[in-house]
């Protein structure tokens, strides 16, 4: 079965940090850009961190740049992203997205999506 697992979201104090997870079965991830999205409510889907395929290159808005990393495990099939300094304005519905070509964050590229996990930020 190909799907994707989006896991380490919770509850977090401003400042804080979380990382999640987002792992693959059935296909492999080294094959495709990932991206990382976030839908907060009555607001529009935002592409937080993306890496390319092979080289390495990623994307990251003026928003969390500095503060968000995005890695891969390919041993583990996973790609995770690290979010320190949280801040309120990041609570959101987080999702992971594979796409066949990189484009940074650009959302229409990515076809494949897991059901998300929610962070929120506060006190």
């Known amino acids: 079965q190909v799907q994707i697992v989006e896991s380490g979201g919770g509850l977090v104090q401003p400042g804080g940090s979380l990382r999640l997870s987002c792992a693959a079965s059935?296909?492999?991830?080294?094959?495709?850009?990932i991206g990382w999205f976030r839908q907060a409510p009555g607001k529009g889907r935002e592409g937080v961190s993306c890496?390319?395929?092979?080289?390495?290159?990623?994307y990251y808005p003026d928003s969390v740049k500095g503060r968000f990393t995005i890695s891969r495990d390919n041993a583990k099939n996973t790609v995770y992203l690290i979010m320190n300094s949280l801040k309120p304005e990041d609570t959101a519905i987080y999702y992971c997205a594979t796409s066949a070509t990189f484009r940074g964050c650009l959302t229409r590229q990515y076809d494949y999506w897991g059901q998300g996990t929610q962070v929120t930020v506060s006190s």
């Open positions: 890496i390319g395929i092979s080289d390495g290159s990623t």
């Open positions: 059935g296909f492999t991830l080294d094959y495709y850009a």
